[in-house]
């Protein structure tokens, strides 16, 4: 047996495999000029928050750890490192939260603009070819 395909049976278009699609929304194409409509939000960075959490659940822990009173059992140093990890789990995890309601707001919050497409060719600006075309000086005589 051979596989080679029949005369007979119809041979299957050579496709190329579908790329996978990225998660997520992806962005809307451009059109290539007049106006679209766009969605404009402020979103925050989440990241930003969950560092920031970070870091002030340390201070904290610090704080805590330092105010606490002696024991027999522990030193200062190991209920400061305790107090350190546990409240910088905390303010990790409260500033992740807060970025996720802050971003939810900003979805609530967002709005539609209508954008005017303007053509690369057609703004005006500053030429590749001449580099003196800017420059405030060139027009002044020496």
């Known amino acids: 047996m051979t596989s080679a395909p029949s005369p007979s049976s119809p041979r299957p278009s050579a496709r190329k495999s579908p790329r996978r699609r990225r998660r997520g929304r992806s962005a809307a194409p451009l059109a290539e000029a007049g106006q679209q409509q766009m969605t404009l939000r402020r979103a925050p960075n989440i990241w930003a928050f969950v560092v920031l959490g970070g870091i002030v659940g340390i201070v904290v822990g610090v704080l805590v750890g330092l105010a606490g009173g002696g024991n027999a059992q522990f030193t200062q140093g190991t209920v400061v490192l305790f107090m350190v990890s546990v409240f910088a789990v905390l303010g990790l995890a409260a500033g992740a939260v807060v970025a ?26 500053p030429r590749a070819e001449d580099p003196l075309t800017d420059d405030p000086r060139s027009s002044r005589e020496g």
Do not use: H, Q
Not at 108 to 124: I, N, S, W
């Open 100 to 125: 996720l309601v802050l971003d939810r707001i900003s979805v609530a919050r967002a709005r539609a603009v209508t954008t005017e497409v303007v053509d690369e060719d057609a703004v005006p600006g």
